[in-house]
């Protein structure tokens, strides 16, 4: 009898190791929600992203694939209806309900206004806290990895112990570096930044760094000659001004307004573009902003 049992048991164990198990599959919308998404997920989780790089997620279209890549997730991650504009329609509705999870929720006055939610999560008061750029901002970045754990925690097959130590990882590797670029940002004392678009001002805010412009809210949308006349003259009047573009915009279009005066640039990618997709991605990404706001001090 027990030897059948045993027989059993172990032809269970063979058929088990062979079997192909499907792999939980997740989408991301953007590259930078893909690295968070990894540092917890870890690699046995199928993680892919919706705009490809090169790509704005202020203006995506997307492919017919991709929404087949909806339909077979797991778990879908995006930032909210305020930043990725395209997806808003489809997130929102009934279909994919139970499996999406938004960082940041739409504030439902100003529904057509480009940059304007609200945030609940955040723990240290910042001034402005409506940039949907949230996952710029390391202390965002935790309660969004914080989300996706609960969020992942909940589908089948998934080994929560592991997700538990990959979160508790992220947290304290990320809380080393935070404070590590902490100190090396103090160089930037009496530094002016300038920033094409308002995808720094977390970042600046929870580094406390001096983010004197910002000529654009929305990156669609040349700014007005007054607003261009005005960041001039801050541009003008700025000690050691320092201008960060990135690499999905113009950079000509930069030179053409700071024209005759003494400005340093650095380029830094919000969408975190020639980032690895591992585990340690985010981190890397925190610092590949500050190298590049450290490339502003004089040389
Ligand atoms: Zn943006
Ligand atoms: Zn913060």
């Avoid at 000659?225 to 960041?231: G, Q």
């Avoid at 009047?237 to 400005?263: D, H, K, M, Y």
Wanted: with cysteine; hydrophobic share 35%; charged share 20%.
């Amino acid at each position: 009898m027990s030897f059948t049992k045993t027989t059993l048991a172990l032809g269970l164990a063979a058929l088990a190791a062979t079997t192909p198990v499907s792999a939980t599959n997740i989408v991301a919308s953007i590259k930078p929600i893909e690295l968070v998404v990894k540092a917890v997920a870890g690699d046995n989780m199928n993680v892919s992203t919706i705009v490809p790089p090169g790509s704005s997620p202020h203006n995506y279209s997307m492919k017919p694939s991709q929404r087949r890549a909806l339909e077979q997730a797991d778990a879908i991650f995006w930032v909210g209806p305020n930043m990725e504009t395209f997806l808003s329609r489809l997130l929102g509705g009934k279909e994919f309900a139970g499996k999406v999870l938004a960082f940041t929720e739409s504030t439902s006055d100003d529904k057509d206004e480009h940059h304007e939610h609200g945030h609940e999560h955040h723990g240290h008061d910042h001034g402005n806290g409506d940039d949907p750029h949230v996952w710029v901002d390391p202390h965002m970045a935790l309660e969004m990895a914080k989300a996706i754990h609960a969020k992942l925690s909940t589908l089948e097959g998934i080994n929560t112990s592991e997700l538990d130590t990959n979160l508790k990882d992220f947290e304290q590797n990320l809380h080393t570096a935070e404070q590590r670029i902490k100190e090396s940002l103090n160089q930037l004392e009496g530094t002016s930044l300038f920033a094409y678009h308002s995808a720094l001002e977390r970042f600046a805010e929870h580094y406390e760094l001096d983010l004197a412009g910002v000529l654009t809210l929305n990156p669609e949308l040349s700014p007005g000659a007054r607003h261009i006349a005005e960041v001039q003259n801050k541009l003008r009047e700025a000690n050691q001004p320092c201008l960060l573009t990135e690499p999905q915009f113009n950079r000509q279009w930069w030179r053409s307004i700071t024209e005759g005066l003494n400005v340093t640039f650095s380029t830094w990618d919000p969408l975190a573009t020639d980032i690895e997709s591992t585990a340690n991605g985010y981190i890397e990404f925190q610092q590949s902003i500050a190298d590049a706001v450290l490339e502003c001090l004089p040389k």
